[in-house]
Antibody, heavy 115, light 106 residues
Framework: EVQLVESGGGLVQPGGSLRLSCAAS????????MSWVRQAPGKGLEWVAN????????YYVDSVKGRFTISRDNTKNSLYLRLNSLRAEDTAVYYC????????WGQGTLVTVSS | DIQMTQSPSSLSASVGDRVTITCRAS??????LNWYQQKPGKAPNLLIY???SLQSGVPSRFSGSGSGTDFTLTISSLQPEDFATYYC?????????FGQGTRLEI
């Protein structure tokens, strides 16, 4: 069974940092692009970033470029998102998802940016 | 960036109705168009990929069509469990973008 389990969310002050993690199981992690998608409270879905199977290529939405970093460790079947210089508008549930058109999603982890 | 525009933003319908949601891309995305269903408090669920391919396990009352810039999601006969929010998504090029969503209400 495919499982994606996010962790690392929480309350952080504006300007602060967090690292989100996603533990993958039930499939060959190293064979898939992986994505992060977020959803602000009461709002729609926003793709944040994705990363190629070997980590050699990645893309970001403009609003997070230079602040967020996506990475992966295929030896640990894990995906990461480093969030720096956080703003109130980054408050959202962050989902880890498999692929460019994700067929599996995690349950999400809530990031709240507030003083 | 490719902009995705869904219509309508919300829709009221009844069990048994046939419903169509449209999605328009700001430039051609050939058939790199996917549809998701999301229920409150849950992660999205992939329904249709590559414009018209039904994801495994998704009921056949869901169908998708279109190419280029104009796409549709059709639910042939609404069931109670179909009341949710639906999103289109283009996976033609980064940044990947979603439509704003269509809330389907009873």
């Amino acid at each position: 069974e495919v499982q994606l389990v996010e962790s690392g969310g929480g309350l952080v002050q504006p300007g602060g940092s967090l690292r989100l993690s996603c533990a993958a199981s039930g499939f060959t992690f190293s064979s898939y692009w992986m994505s992060w998608v977020r959803q602000a409270p009461g709002k729609g879905l926003e793709w944040v970033a994705n990363i190629k199977q070997d980590g050699s290529e990645n893309y970001y939405v403009d609003s997070v470029k230079g602040r967020f970093t996506i990475s992966r460790d295929n030896t640990k079947n894990s995906l990461y998102l480093r969030l720096n210089s956080l703003r109130a508008e980054d408050t959202a549930v962050y989902y880890c998802a498999r692929g460019w058109y994700p067929d599996y999603w995690g349950q999400g982890t809530l990031v709240t940016v507030s003083s | 960036d490719i902009q995705m525009t869904q219509s309508p933003s919300s829709l009221s319908a009844s069990v048994g109705d046939r419903v169509t949601i449209t999605c328009r891309a700001s430039q051609s995305i050939t058939r790199y168009l996917n549809w998701y269903q999301q229920k409150p408090g849950k992660a999205p669920n992939l329904l249709i990929y590559a414009a018209s391919s039904l994801q495994s396990g998704v009921p056949s009352r869901f169908s998708g069509s279109g190419s280029g810039t104009d796409f549709t999601l059709t639910i042939s006969s609404l069931q109670p469990e179909d009341f949710a929010t639906y999103y289109c998504q283009q996976s033609s090029s980064a940044p990947i973008t979603f439509g704003q969503g269509t809330r389907l209400e009873i």
